[in-house]
């Protein structure tokens, strides 16, 4: 048991590993640094336990103490919960009159909010033993979601509590699976990786009109292939050879799961590789980030794409990489014109400027539940988005 809550210190870090020092009940302390979303090392560590009343905790959290944790483990994720009610109660209450800001503004807004309140909310710290284990009363095992999420770890280590519980969900995610009715499976995605809950897309490549060069040379491209459910689709549809890649280890790891899981290992081949495998296809689908905007963690380069790079090259290459008569499809929402992010005209010049053309669109409407939020910032583009599956060929 700490000696008070008010015991506090610095952090360093070491030239190899990031390591956090601090004075606990009087004795010098320190730990390696852990953070899958690249959170800098904390700067200021208080030892608190569940003794610190939650109007303190915030305070302090607010001011930029980090927070370690060592009491129940249930009385710190009530803690978290406190702090984050806190945090919308403050928002709440500063919230100004409506302003005639823009959808991209309205954006911007969202996301700096959303940011500033992680910072506050992964301020608490839950210390791990080397080998993943939490040694805070009732806290759970969590060392198979570690070791799914990260592998062995060289010594005992601190990390913030709302990473931990993001970690434990999504190892929950991959235990149950993810039902995909379309398809009639389950995809099972691994930690980090972009789990197919919104799944209408899938319904787009399920219905289109398959390119009819597929029927003599059966080959086709999945890019970008995450949990590798787009693959499975072609493979329902009957394509005889296809090719998922994906340059993250952790994405190809996850479908190379689903595929085994699907006895459909030696029907798809998984490469790791930045886009377009060698050679060419007769159909070569790819569902990029759909925002162009900066992801605030590694976690979020699925959804958000800088400068919209992996849709360019997807289209400044797809002609290299297609075979005669061969299709590409685009899978991609329009949340980023809704949003004012990036115009239609400026997509159909970008598609131009390749060498390709449209054949057809097919669109669906989202049903997730922030469709109806009214509450929700983003409303009004959610309300109005559309996915779309683009079908484009060489000029």
């Not at 409303?379 to 079908?391: F, V």
Request: net charge positive; aromatic share 6%; with cysteine.
């Amino acid at each position: 048991m700490p000696e008070h809550p008010a015991d506090c210190a610095t952090s360093t870090i070491m030239s190899t590993d990031p390591v956090i020092r601090w004075i606990e009940a009087g004795e010098k302390k320190s730990a390696r640094w852990q953070s899958e979303k690249n959170l800098p090392p904390p700067e200021r560590i208080q030892v608190i336990d569940d003794r610190m009343p939650a109007d303190t905790a915030y305070h302090l959290a607010c001011e930029g103490a980090s927070l370690l944790w060592r009491g129940d483990f249930q009385n710190a994720k009530q803690l978290l919960q406190a702090i984050a009610r806190r945090i919308d109660k403050k928002k709440q209450k500063s919230k100004q009159p409506p302003a005639a800001l823009s959808p991209a503004d309205t954006f911007h807004r969202y996301r700096l909010g959303q940011s500033q309140r992680a910072q506050t909310l992964d301020k608490l710290l839950i210390p791990f033993e080397a080998d993943h284990t939490i040694a805070l009363r009732r806290a759970p095992d969590i060392r198979n979601a570690c070791l799914e999420a990260g592998g062995s770890c060289n010594g005992p280590y601190v990390a913030s509590l709302r990473e931990l519980l993001g970690l434990i969900g999504a190892h929950e995610w991959r235990r149950k699976g993810i039902d995909i009715p379309m398809l009639g499976i389950k995809i099972h995605p691994h930690y980090g990786v972009f789990a197919p809950v919104r799944n209408e897309y899938i319904q787009l490549v399920v219905q289109a009109e398959l390119p009819q060069i597929l029927t003599v040379q059966s080959i086709a491209f999945d890019i970008g292939t995450g949990t590798g459910v787009l693959a499975v689709a072609l493979a329902q549809r009957g394509v005889q050879h296809i090719v998922a890649t994906d340059h993250d280890l952790r994405a190809l790891n996850c479908a190379h799961d689903n595929l085994l899981r699907l006895n459909l290992i030696e029907k798809i081949k998984l490469a790791q590789i930045d886009l377009f495998p060698q050679g060419r296809a007769a159909l070569i689908v790819c569902n990029p980030p759909w925002i162009p905007a900066r992801p605030a963690s590694p976690l979020e380069h699925a959804i958000f794409d800088p400068g919209s790079r992996m849709l360019r090259r997807f289209l400044q290459e797809l002609c290299d990489h297609l075979l005669p008569g061969g299709e590409g499809w685009l899978i991609l929402s329009d949340i980023a014109e809704q949003l004012g992010l990036r115009s239609r005209e400026a997509l159909l010049n970008m598609i131009d400027t390749a060498g390709l053309q449209v054949i057809s669109k097919s669109d669906v409407k989202p049903c997730h539940p922030r469709v109806i939020d009214t509450n929700d910032p983003l409303h009004a583009a959610r309300a109005a988005e559309l996915t779309s599956l683009w079908r484009l060929a060489a000029k």
